[in-house]
């Protein structure tokens, strides 16, 4: 069952007060994530620099879980190197379908209180917008748009 | 009789104190009269219907062929071979669309639907559209959410040759005068469909005084099971038409090479059909007639307009379409500013209160709107007063829960 603690303090300030919710000055990768069913529509853009994510962030519309699942996944990777940030991706996405150690849940901060999404299976798709969004950038999709509908 | 809304209750077995169910517009909760029909069906006449040359068979066929009986007295039609029984409205339409249109629409003719149609109302039409090599023209609602005589007198231009509107919106509420829309249309020509999903489970619908050439509606919306719908054409219309689906039970006669169909309606009803539906829709159309379509309409009026009250009065929420209740026939669809229609409708689920969060399968009516999805109250006459509170509480209670000060 649903409860209402679940929309914490953390997650509604990174909803209504996005850190990374901003317009990027020549990124060097965007990519459109979308949830046709819901309406979730985020524009993703990184800067990269010898494989270090030096800078990101995002526009769109969507619940507060995909936005501000978004904007903690930015808090996360921005200065981490690109194959650390996919790994954290990977923790995340096995975070919300199945189950991760604490070691792990740690290594996501604040976006491990996400986890509890997993019971949610109609919201788990606005969680992970962001995240698929960014492993799809890295995976090479340069047009069109990543969608989670299918995942 | 006054609607003794304490005994309505106990009739539904999902309606109680614990939850307020307000996605009326989606689907109703079915008395346990409606849930019987079904067990007794199969309890007692339980056969494949039409054919067989037993007892069983007869009952069976006769459970069935009541219900068309039903439906053709509910809603007015002269004849019972004038109502199809479908999976659906959804089906209704396509049957139409895929029949009469793609067989006497073509180029340089025009289909005429309203801004403001379900996607069941629309995806047929767009696809008989580029089938026939004819134009899809929309007729916008005005800014009260409404689409006046004159406004739609002036959409139905000469090459307008099939309408296919709704009677109530699905996301606004909006009542359309669909007996003056079918004037208008008969008088260029034009055959009219009309979208009752949303009006027969809540008004009197009469065919034979709305005179259109078809009218669609589903069971499941007026508390019958899910499964079973109705299609209403016109008799020399219907038996004009080429079937829909092939098979069983839709002929008269077959060689290797052909076929002769069988007459209306069964030429439109191939393969085994749903009797314990059509038993479960005969049963909920008793019990609607039992308490009184014009009761029932009262009623949610009366609590409609609590809602729409209420609910307007709470800071941030911005109702959609007219502002005067009377016109929102139990449906109050709204925003919240700052807050996603998704996050409302799960907090909501959290203080028990059941409402629809989404685009309503109405993309373009959110676009024409400005909005990119929404959230929706429906309203039944089986609601109270104490559940239009607890959902006003709920959605005043939203903004904080989401971290706004006010």
């Known amino acids: ?151 | 009789m006054p609607i003794d809304i304490d005994l309505i209750r106990k009739d539904f077995p999902l309606i109680n104190d614990e939850v307020a169910y307000l996605d009326n517009a989606a689907t109703t909760q079915k008395p346990e009269c409606v849930i019987n029909a079904i067990s007794d069906y199969y309890r007692t006449s339980n056969a494949n219907p039409m054919r067989g040359l037993y007892k069983l068979s007869v009952a069976a066929t006769d459970a069935y062929e009541n219900a068309r009986t039903k439906v053709a007295s509910f809603i007015n039609a002269k004849y019972p071979s004038e109502i199809v029984f479908t999976r659906n409205a959804t089906e209704s339409i396509n049957l139409v669309a895929e029949t009469y249109a793609m067989a006497n629409l073509g180029e340089g003719d025009s289909i005429l639907i309203s801004i403001a149609e379900h996607h069941s109302n629309l995806l047929p039409w767009q696809r008989v559209a580029a089938a026939k090599g004819c134009k899809l023209k929309y007729i916008d609602t005005d800014e009260s959410g409404k689409i006046t005589v004159e406004a739609f007198k002036a959409a139905v231009t000469a090459d307008v040759k099939f309408v296919a509107i709704n009677q109530i919106s699905n996301v606004l509420g909006t009542l359309n005068p669909v007996r003056e829309f079918s004037k208008i249309a008969h008088d260029n020509g034009a055959k009219i469909l009309v979208d009752a999903s949303q009006s027969v489970p809540h008004i009197k619908v009469d065919v034979t005084d709305i005179d259109c050439d078809f009218l669609v509606f589903s069971g499941h919306k007026i508390y019958a099971p899910m499964g079973i719908g109705a299609l209403y054409g016109k008799k020399e219309l219907l038996e004009s038409m080429p079937p829909f689906l092939r098979g069983g039970e839709m002929i008269d006669y077959v060689t290797r090479d052909s076929a002769t169909f069988t007459e209306v309606p069964h030429k439109f009803e191939a393969g085994t059909v749903n009797v314990e539906g059509a038993a479960g829709l005969t049963a909920a159309l008793d019990y609607v007639s039992a308490i009184g379509i014009d009761e029932i309409a009262k009623r949610e009026e009366y609590l409609t307009k609590i809602a729409f009250e209420k609910l307007s009065n709470v800071p941030h929420v911005k109702i959609l379409g007219s502002s005067d209740y009377v016109d929102h026939h139990g449906i109050l669809t709204f925003v919240i500013e700052g807050v996603h229609p998704h996050d409302i409708a799960y907090i909501m689920d959290a203080d028990d209160v059941c409402v629809r969060a989404g685009h309503h399968c109405a993309q373009p009516l959110m676009k024409h709107l400005g909005v990119m999805s929404t959230t929706r109250a429906s309203i039944s006459f089986y609601n109270t007063e104490d559940e239009i509170d607890r959902f006003v509480r709920s959605v005043a209670g939203i903004r904080s829960k989401m971290g706004y000060a006010e």
């Open chain 1, 1 to 151: 069952m649903p409860n209402n603690t679940f929309y914490n303090e953390i997650l509604t300030e990174h909803n209504i007060r996005p850190f990374h919710k901003k317009k990027l000055e020549n990124p060097d990768f965007t990519l459109e994530g979308v949830n046709p069913s819901c309406g979730d529509d985020i524009i993703l853009a990184l800067k990269v620099d010898d494989d270090v994510i030096t800078d990101g962030a995002f526009e769109g519309d969507g619940c507060a879980i995909s936005q501000a699942s978004c904007d903690m996944m930015l808090d996360l990777i921005i200065g981490r190197p690109k194959a650390e940030a996919l790994e954290l991706a990977d923790i995340f996405l096995r975070m919300i379908k199945s189950k991760i150690t604490d070691e792990e849940k740690d290594r996501l901060e604040e976006a491990g209180i996400l986890e509890d999404i997993s019971h949610m299976p109609a919201r788990v798709k606005c969680a992970v917008l962001g995240w698929h969004t960014m492993e799809e950038i890295f995976k090479g999709a340069t047009e069109g748009s990543a969608t989670t509908e299918d995942m």
